[in-house]
């Protein structure tokens, strides 16, 4: 690809399977990747043993994240150690050459162990382009120049297919570069994808629910301030006898509503945070509360 579209600095290509990788007498199902050289040009992946440069060069070399060899190894080294992949579609055995650390559980990749070695089915379907038929399971991650039009990439990459598989291929299927941090949220709104993402659509759903809920809120505590206001118009009275100017009764009382307010949020952080693993345990799914998490997408 870097070759036949300059604007593409580089390119990765993935295979993901989750077969079932045993050590000796243990074993479980892991997220096995089969990828290219030059994963660690497009995705920067910290290391915690072994050298990133040199890991994946080796014929059958494999590297495991941080859970996976506490898993199967505990308190031992895993390297030079060898895991044996027990599925028809990918079987083999690989030597363990390095350990990165654990990608986070929100992440859009999910890794426990990469490879640049494929076996059976990947080793087969590595070479091909597929352009026709609903399963494509090489997925392809590149990293493009800066200031580069995306348009001008499609359409060169569109080229490649009709130069390469002919002009029926190219007008029965068209690629379309996604962002990453468009891949979880818009996979399925933008192009239909239903397996292993969530929508965007539901994510406004969920917020305009909320909205409506702020809003209800919002009246009632109108409500019951303007309710709670004929309480206090003796206090208020005397204020004014006192002294006291309009501007500063106001603020008076919004202070006191801006002091309830705060209140309330720390009490509702509180709940969340005690509250937030029992509620990812009955939904399934791995929320978390920090303000990193807020900033980030993908």
Same mark, same amino acid.
């Given at each position: 690809?870097?070759?036949?579209?300059?604007?593409? =600095?580089?390119?990765?290509? *993935?295979?993901? !399977?989750?077969?079932? /990788?045993?050590?000796? +007498?243990?074993? *479980?199902?892991?997220?096995? @990747?089969?990828?290219?050289?030059?994963?660690?040009?497009?995705?920067?992946?910290?290391?915690? @043993?072994?050298?990133?440069?040199?890991?994946?060069?080796?014929?059958?070399?494999?590297?495991?994240?941080?859970?996976?060899?506490?898993?199967?190894?505990?308190?031992?080294?895993?390297?030079?150690?060898?895991?044996?992949?027990?599925?028809?579609?990918?079987?083999?055995?690989?030597? /363990?050459? $390095?350990?990165?650390?654990?990608?986070?559980?929100? #992440?859009?990749?999910? /890794?426990?162990?990469?490879?640049?070695?494929?076996?059976?089915?990947? +080793?087969?379907?590595?070479? *091909?382009?597929?352009?026709? $038929?609903?399963?494509?399971?090489?997925?392809?991650?590149?990293?493009?120049?800066?200031?580069?039009?995306?348009?001008?990439? =499609?359409?060169?990459?569109?080229?490649?297919?009709?130069?390469?598989?002919?002009?029926?291929?190219?007008?029965?299927?068209?690629?379309?570069?996604?962002?990453?941090?468009? &891949?979880?949220?818009? #996979?399925? #709104?933008? !192009?239909?994808? =239903?397996?292993?993402?969530?929508?965007?659509?539901?994510?406004?759903?969920?917020?305009?629910?909320? &909205?409506?809920?702020?809003? /209800?809120?919002?009246?009632?505590?109108?409500? %019951?301030?303007?309710?709670?206001?004929?309480?206090? #118009?003796? =206090?208020?009275?005397?204020?004014?006898?006192?002294?006291?100017?309009?501007?500063?009764?106001?603020?008076?009382? %919004?202070?006191?509503?801006? @002091?309830?307010?705060?209140?309330?949020?720390? &009490?509702?952080?509180? *709940?969340?945070?005690?509250?937030?693993?029992?509620?990812?345990?009955?939904?399934?799914?791995?929320? &978390? @509360?920090?303000? $990193?998490?807020?900033?980030?997408? $993908?």
């Amino acid at each position: 690809m870097q070759e036949e579209i300059p604007e593409v =600095e580089h390119a990765v290509r *993935f295979y993901h !399977y989750w077969p079932w /990788i045993r050590h000796n +007498e243990k074993g *479980f199902n892991q997220a096995l @990747l089969f990828t290219d050289p030059g994963i660690f040009d497009v995705f920067d992946i910290p290391f915690v @043993l072994g050298d990133r440069e040199a890991a994946l060069k080796e014929h059958g070399s494999v590297v495991i994240s941080e859970e996976m060899a506490a898993l199967f190894f505990g308190d031992e080294s895993p390297t030079g150690k060898m895991i044996t992949v027990e599925d028809f579609s990918t079987p083999g055995d690989f030597t /363990i050459s $390095g350990v990165f650390a654990t990608l986070p559980t929100h #992440s859009t990749i999910r /890794i426990d162990a990469l490879t640049t070695t494929p076996t059976g089915y990947a +080793e087969k379907a590595w070479p *091909f382009w597929s352009a026709d $038929g609903q399963y494509r399971g090489i997925t392809t991650y590149f990293l493009i120049l800066d200031g580069a039009d995306l348009g001008v990439v =499609e359409e060169k990459l569109n080229d490649l297919m009709r130069r390469y598989m002919g002009d029926e291929t190219a007008s029965r299927s068209q690629y379309t570069i996604q962002p990453l941090l468009d &891949v979880y949220l818009y #996979s399925m #709104s933008h !192009y239909g994808m =239903e397996w292993g993402w969530s929508d965007i659509r539901q994510v406004y759903a969920i917020a305009l629910i909320g &909205v409506f809920i702020l809003v /209800i809120a919002l009246l009632n505590y109108t409500n %019951l301030a303007t309710a709670r206001s004929s309480c206090r #118009s003796r =206090e208020i009275g005397m204020r004014k006898v006192g002294g006291a100017t309009r501007s500063q009764i106001v603020l008076q009382l %919004l202070s006191e509503s801006v @002091l309830i307010a705060l209140i309330c949020v720390v &009490v509702a952080l509180g *709940f969340v945070w005690q509250l937030l693993p029992t509620f990812n345990q009955m939904v399934g799914r791995n929320l &978390v @509360l920090s303000l $990193g998490a807020l900033t980030r997408r $993908g």
